[in-house]
T-cell receptor, first 114, second 112 residues
């Protein structure tokens, strides 16, 4: 298996622009998590999905953030409009929670908003 | 709300020394994970601890879980430079909402 695949690896954009981050989970996993990592706040859980349905988005910082999972093999995290304080590494992770498995992480997207 | 606290957050130590990283959490849990992250890289799973008293060992690292004390430890024996990394514990809340919450991480720097 190729593991969790995220794209792009790096994204540099200007304040006010729309940013879309993409994630392909491991086939057969029923949960997908989006985390954000910064030096100050560590790893924050933004949102997670079970069988493509958003379960808890209480970690999404504000309405500028949205996430979708249209099918079992694809999820997006969108920021519109982006702000410099959104600069961080965004990780996607998937798991087979029915088997209570650990999380498998993607390689992350390094986002810089200028 | 589930809180996960690690200490220390930063640790600089000499090669050959032993040390322990602590992970405390605030609510009932039956599953705890330890991850390693190298600079600029993703998170790699080290251990999954499934029950009270569980102990797992891999090389110079040993992890244990005390669910009654809500405490997990990651012990490093005779540290070597290659173990320099950031170590995270993460808690899977029992009977909860399937969230997995991470501690802030312990940045470990091992001096040659």
């Amino acid at each position: 298996d190729a593991g969790v695949i995220q794209s792009p690896r790096h994204e540099v954009t200007e304040m006010g622009q729309e940013v879309t981050l993409r994630c392909k989970p491991i086939s057969g996993h029923d949960y997908l998590f989006w985390y954000r990592q910064t030096m100050m706040r560590g790893l924050e859980l933004l949102i997670y999905f079970n069988n493509n349905v958003p379960i808890d988005d209480s970690g999404m910082p504000e309405d500028r953030f949205s996430a979708k999972m249209p099918n079992a093999s694809f999820s997006t995290l969108k920021i519109q409009p982006s702000e410099p304080r959104d600069s961080a590494v965004y990780f996607c992770a998937s798991s087979h929670r029915g088997r209570r498995e650990k999380l498998f992480f993607g390689s992350g997207t390094q986002l810089s908003v200028l | 709300e589930l809180k996960v606290e690690q200490n220390p957050l930063f640790l600089s130590m000499q090669e050959g020394k032993n040390y322990t990283i602590y992970c405390n959490y605030s609510t009932t849990s039956d599953r705890l994970y330890w991850y390693r992250q190298d600079p600029g890289k993703s998170l790699e799973s080290l251990f999954v601890l499934l029950s009270n008293g569980a102990v797992k060992q891999e090389g110079r690292l040993m992890a244990s879980l005390d669910t009654k004390a809500r405490l997990s430890t990651l012990h490093i024996t005779a540290a070597v430079h290659d173990l320099s990394a950031t170590y995270f514990c993460a808690v899977d809340r029992k009977g909860g909402d399937d969230k997995i919450i991470f501690g802030k991480g312990t940045r470990l720097h091992i001096l040659p």
